[in-house]
């Protein structure tokens, strides 16, 4: 009966029936309906319906000749059988070219040349004894039983969202609190600055007052003494006529020496910077969705330990029209959005691209720029001689928004958990986001490049430092203790050090002209990624961009290189 069916359809479908038997169906054969019970809401064939007249003689049951009725009437095809396409259809075959179940419309509109349509009850045929068949109902409520987790895992991020919330709300308020208090020091401060400067005016006045009233006095005594002398002999008229001419002469030193001051006032010159560093910030922090991705076994990022394949070496030009000299580029950073910020050292310009590499918009700095650091959303840091300058890229323009000025230099600069790590070269010291001082993490005198740049694991425990002056790689614990040093033929004057989210650790070295990976205890190279053949000129700093899985690398040249990994 396949075999049959299948030719069938090949030659044009006859076999498929508009109405097919309801009964001959069920029990797999395909039979052509002549009669429709509308009680029953069933079609029978010739000897169907003869067996059905006798069972329920009181049904009306219409013929061909009303088959127009039987269109209108109510077609009752259970869920499970009805076709996804068609809904008012029921699904009676399959379609081995398409491993799909179809229902006749779908068998005359899009599977007219297939060459493998059978019969839903041929295929059927023995479903139920099948291993496969039996273990449904077990594998769905496997699956069940992974929503009712899944279910359950999002109710408990829903209540551990609403705790974040409310912590980060606590965390603003201290922010507040905090700035309340700053506002509240710079104002005191300010008017005990006023009070000083009117009390210190106040006792020169006094000091005016209290002169004006002795001269008056001793210029009163002496008019009455000269006017008795004067009656008297001529040498105390002499006398009193020499005293008066230097009371005179002295009296008009204090007025010139008074006069000289009309008057004192006090002015007040607002400081706008305040003001307009709070209105250029738009919040206290940076807030980002951060989405835990689940762990898949076959992700080789996921893996520390994994070493990277380059499948391509690709230069981008990044050289402006206007640049006097060659592009000397000593950082470069990704932001959240997936654009790229540059520091160009010789042309003292920060530098902003698209994701394609495109130019988009550039702002120059006072001096040479050291570094550049992502510290959130849309805000770097860049590090020029002994000041950090915070920057942000809204809509694809650069805006400075403010600078810390430190006490020392500032040659590279990394962000995490809310604090700055800063380099001075031979030291790193750790900062709050405000410039506060918080300590000293490493010092190393040796040399004048020993503490040159510098990375922090993702959960802040481990701190990478390469020691360009000793061509080392230094590891460290969170409190500042070494834990392990690193030297390679490949490793001469390391520059830059980036490590990934996943803990990969990437460092680029100048004397050697190399890219190396290493592993995240910093004790081995892993892999040498690129040399000066690969394009390599004497790079200074690097970014792993886990949107592309591609290394940013730039350098002492008018190009960075994007190293795609495999």
Not at 305 to 324: C, G, L, N, P, Q
Request: proline share 2%; hydrophobic share 35%; charged share 25%.
């Amino acid at each position: 009966m396949a075999s049959n069916f299948e030719s069938s359809i090949q030659r044009g479908c006859d076999f498929i029936h508009d109405f097919s038997c309801s009964p001959c169906e069920e029990n797999g054969f395909n039979t052509e309906a002549h009669h429709y019970c509308t009680q029953c809401t069933k079609y029978y064939c010739q000897n169907c319906v003869s067996k059905h007249n006798g069972l329920y003689q009181k049904h009306a049951v219409l013929g061909r000749k009303e088959v127009n009725k039987w269109e209108s009437a109510p077609r009752v095809v259970d869920a499970l059988e009805r076709c996804g396409m068609h809904p008012g259809e029921a699904l009676k075959l399959v379609c081995g070219d398409h491993d799909q179940l179809c229902c006749s419309v779908c068998v005359a509109i899009d599977h007219r040349q297939c060459s493998k349509i059978q019969h839903i009850p041929d295929v059927a045929k023995g479903v139920q004894r099948n291993i496969e068949f039996q273990q449904i109902p077990k594998k769905i409520a496997e699956v069940q039983k992974q929503f009712e987790k899944m279910k359950e895992a999002r109710l408990k991020n829903t209540t551990s969202l609403k705790k974040t919330r409310a912590a980060i709300s606590d965390e603003i308020k201290t922010i507040r609190k905090r700035i309340n208090e700053i506002l509240d020091k710079i104002e005191k401060t300010t008017l005990q600055n006023l009070d000083g400067m009117i009390a210190e005016l106040e006792k020169k006045l006094k000091k005016d007052i209290e002169t004006c009233d002795k001269m008056t006095i001793e210029l009163q005594n002496m008019i009455a003494a000269f006017q008795t002398k004067a009656k008297s002999s001529e040498s105390k008229s002499y006398i009193a006529y020499r005293k008066s001419q230097d009371m005179i002469s002295q009296a008009n030193d204090h007025l010139r020496g008074i006069s000289i001051i009309e008057c004192y006032n006090v002015t007040f010159q607002a400081n706008n910077l305040i003001e307009e560093i709070l209105s250029s910030i738009k919040t206290f922090g940076s807030i980002e969705e951060q989405t835990v991705m689940t762990k898949q076994r076959e992700d080789p990022l996921a893996d520390p330990s994994h070493v990277f394949s380059v499948a391509e070496y690709k230069e981008y030009h990044v050289k402006m029209s206007d640049d006097k000299y060659l592009c000397y580029i000593h950082g470069v950073c990704e932001m959240s959005c997936g654009e790229f910020v540059i520091a160009d050292f010789n042309n003292c310009k920060v530098t902003l691209f698209d994701k394609e590499f495109r130019m988009l918009d550039h702002c120059v700095v006072p001096e040479y720029p050291w570094d550049v650091c992502h510290i959130g959303g849309n805000e770097v840091a860049v590090c020029v001689n002994s000041e950090l300058y915070f920057i942000n890229a809204t809509k694809g323009r650069l805006v400075t928004t403010r600078k810390l000025s430190l006490t020392h230099h500032c040659y590279t600069a990394a962000h995490h958990g809310g604090q700055l790590y800063i380099s001075s070269g031979t030291a790193l010291f750790i900062y709050t986001i405000s410039g506060q001082k918080v300590k000293m993490l490493y010092e190393n005198k040796s040399g004048n490049w020993t503490v040159r740049k510098c990375a922090i694991s993702n959960d802040g425990e481990t701190i990478y430092i390469t020691n360009n002056n000793k061509h080392q790689l230094i590891t460290l614990d969170n409190n500042g203790n070494q834990l392990a040093v690193l030297t390679d033929p490949d490793m001469k004057n390391p520059t830059g050090v980036h490590v990934t989210a996943t803990g990969h650790v990437f460092v680029c070295c100048c004397g050697s002209n190399t890219v190396l990976q290493v592993d995240k205890d910093g004790k081995k190279k892993l892999a040498t990624l690129a040399r000066k053949d690969d394009g390599m000129s004497g790079p200074s700093g690097l970014f792993f961009s886990s949107r592309t899985s591609s290394l940013i690398v730039v350098g002492e040249k008018d190009t960075l290189l994007v190293i795609k990994f495999i």
